[in-house]
């Protein structure tokens, strides 16, 4: 009933910039949390930032400063604003969605898109 799809992922250096941007699509007036998550290879899966209903948003600590979480209503899309990128940023960044108030835990998303690369050269 909910798809998600992410798009703005590349390659970049240190210091550069990218916006990604999740286009949903559905029951999307259902969604009270959305969120963006990342997985670096033989990690796990964390969250970056949330945002919830009514405009509360929360960001990981170690991009606090750097990325900002934004939403379009009017285009159903929800942006990440990263800036000021880091080798350490490299992973592969998901959006997520669910119809509850959702914390910071990945089995608290119903809804996933398929992901975008992210890669940060050094």
């Known amino acids: 009933q909910v798809q998600l799809v992410e798009s703005g992922g590349g390659l970049v250096q240190a210091g550069g910039s990218l916006r990604l941007a999740c286009v949903a699509s559905?029951?999307?007036?259902?969604?009270?949390?959305m969120a963006w998550f990342r997985q670096a290879p033989g990690k796990e899966r964390e969250f970056v930032a949330l945002?919830?209903?009514?405009?509360?948003?929360y960001y990981r600590n170690s991009v606090k400063g750097r990325f900002t979480i934004s939403r379009d209503d009017a285009e159903n899309t929800m942006y990440l604003q990263m800036n000021n990128l880091k080798p350490e940023d490299t992973a592969v960044y998901y959006c997520?969605?669910?119809?509850?108030?959702?914390?910071?835990?990945?089995?608290?998303?119903?809804?996933w898109g398929q992901g975008t690369q992210v890669t940060v050269s050094s």
């Open positions: 997520a969605a669910d119809p509850n108030t959702a914390g910071s835990g990945v089995n608290e998303f119903e809804y």
């Open positions: 559905g029951r999307t007036f259902s969604m009270n949390t």
């Open positions: 945002r919830w209903s009514g405009g509360r948003i």
